[in-house]
């Protein structure tokens, strides 16, 4: 969708993962709000501010559409490549904390999953870009991550969900903007009492 | 090859053969559902044209018209039957039949 609203509920996502991580009892409040009340919240808003500008569609939902093969493939490069990133940044493939610090490039480079499904279903190629921006986002961040060792293991991979949700987040309110003013509302006249 | 093999004379439905309502079953084909506004702005027609091929493909019985309320508006949800659907690739078909073995 062109109204930024998909890009708020990722970034709500990634910038409230690493409240989990800090504090476990934030799993419930996390599934409350994440999972039941922002899916309808949005859907609240997109009724008033989205429907009623550019009109409501529900996209032709096909059960055949999972492909476990791509999927598979996916992960194996992401190995691939993680191998290769442990080997360059620390020549010890072993160790296996030198695989935490990989985390946010792992995170970063399965991004492409959700980036292959969206040029899949709208046929627009820019969304390689979400994939494309979040492998080297947790690139950056393993590599400062290896060069700076952080106290926690977890600490490189709540900086690039928090940097990436911050990011998510004044993308989709940017486009949210951008949406209204360039989209008026449309007044149709509908009347069901004129109707035969 | 005749006429006959190539499914002549042909039986083009009349109801979806007019550029709106063609318009209108192309885009409910793609979707599973879309509202009046989404085809207005897919289509350009106007509320008036759009109104009056709506009733005529909802008759045949190829699209369902689903009226409700939303923000105290009145809101209408259009979506292509299961007949429709089949009517609709039948057409596909034989249009397919009328420009196959044409030379660009």
Redesign the interface.
């Known amino acids: 969708m062109k109204d930024g609203f998909s890009e708020i509920l990722a970034g709500f996502f990634f910038t409230m993962t690493p409240a989990i991580f800090i504090n476990p009892s934030f799993i419930s409040i996390f599934v409350v709000f994440y999972i039941i009340f922002l899916p309808q919240l949005i859907e609240r808003a997109r009724q008033k501010y989205t429907y009623p500008r550019v009109g409501y569609v529900k996209p032709r939902t096909d059960e055949t559409d999972f492909r476990p093969k791509g999927l598979l493939a996916l992960l194996l490069i992401v190995i691939v490549c993680s191998a290769i990133l442990v080997m360059i940044m620390t020549q010890n493939i072993a160790n296996y904390y030198n695989w935490f610090i990989m985390f946010p490039f792992i995170l970063g480079m399965t991004m492409l999953a959700p980036s292959a499904y969206l040029v899949d279903r709208t046929g627009s190629k820019i969304y390689w870009g979400f994939g494309i921006v979040t492998t080297i986002l947790g690139l950056v961040i393993s590599y400062l991550t290896t060069t700076f060792p952080p106290d926690g293991i977890f600490d490189g991979l709540l900086a690039f969900s928090m940097v990436l949700g911050a990011g998510l987040l004044v993308g989709g309110l940017i486009k949210f903007g951008y949406f209204i003013h360039s989209n008026p509302v449309i007044e149709v006249q509908e009347d069901y009492s004129s109707e035969q | 090859m005749s006429n006959e093999d190539r499914g002549f004379p042909l039986e083009i439905d009349k109801i979806i053969h007019e550029p709106a309502r063609l318009q209108i079953m192309t885009q409910l084909y793609?979707?599973?559902?879309?509202?009046?506004?989404?085809?207005?702005?897919q289509t350009g027609l106007t509320?008036g044209n759009l109104?009056s091929h709506m009733s005529k493909l909802e008759e045949a019985g190829y699209i369902d018209v689903k009226?409700e309320f939303?923000?105290k508006?009145?809101?209408?949800?259009l979506s292509m039957t299961k007949s429709g659907r089949v009517a609709f690739e039948k057409y596909r078909k034989m249009l397919d039949k009328v420009f196959e073995g044409l030379k660009d």
């Open positions: 793609v979707v599973d559902e879309a509202d009046f506004i989404y085809i207005m702005r509320w109104s009226k939303q923000e508006k009145p809101h209408t949800i």
